[in-house]
């Protein structure tokens, strides 16, 4: 996988948050989820990627299909809003 650093950097970071789930990395990057976990296993140290997989492991925030119907948002709702993945500032 050829990704520009700060594509990798932004995946990785959304695989990590437990509200994002892996719809929105296929919708955005184009990478299935085992494509994000193949992904992570390289980009990552070895016990790194065992905590990430152990953390993700049966996370049904992780996944559309298994959310509750009510939660519509993919982040958390004190999480600040992202924008071409720079921080923006809240008015």
Same mark, same amino acid.
């Given at each position: 996988?050829?990704?520009?650093? $700060?594509?990798?950097?932004? =995946?990785? $970071?959304?695989?990590? %948050?437990? &509200?994002?789930? !892996?719809? *929105?990395?296929?919708?955005?990057?184009?990478?299935?989820?085992?494509?994000? =976990?193949?992904?992570? /296993?390289? *980009?990552? @140290? &070895?016990?790194?990627?065992?905590?990430? /997989?152990? #953390?993700?492991?049966? #996370?049904?925030? @992780?996944?559309?299909?298994? &959310? *509750?119907?009510? =939660? %519509?948002? !993919?982040?958390?709702?004190?999480? /600040?809003? =992202?924008?071409?993945?720079?921080?923006? @500032? /809240?008015?």
């Amino acid at each position: 996988m050829n990704l520009p650093p $700060q594509d990798l950097d932004r =995946i990785v $970071q959304m695989a990590w %948050e437990d &509200r994002t789930p !892996f719809e *929105a990395i296929e919708a955005q990057f184009g990478l299935a989820e085992k494509d994000v =976990i193949a992904l992570m /296993r390289q *980009a990552m @140290k &070895r016990s790194s990627f065992e905590m990430w /997989r152990k #953390r993700m492991n049966g #996370r049904n925030t @992780k996944h559309r299909s298994l &959310r *509750a119907l009510d =939660i %519509e948002r !993919f982040h958390c709702s004190q999480q /600040r809003s =992202i924008s071409a993945n720079k921080i923006s @500032k /809240r008015g």
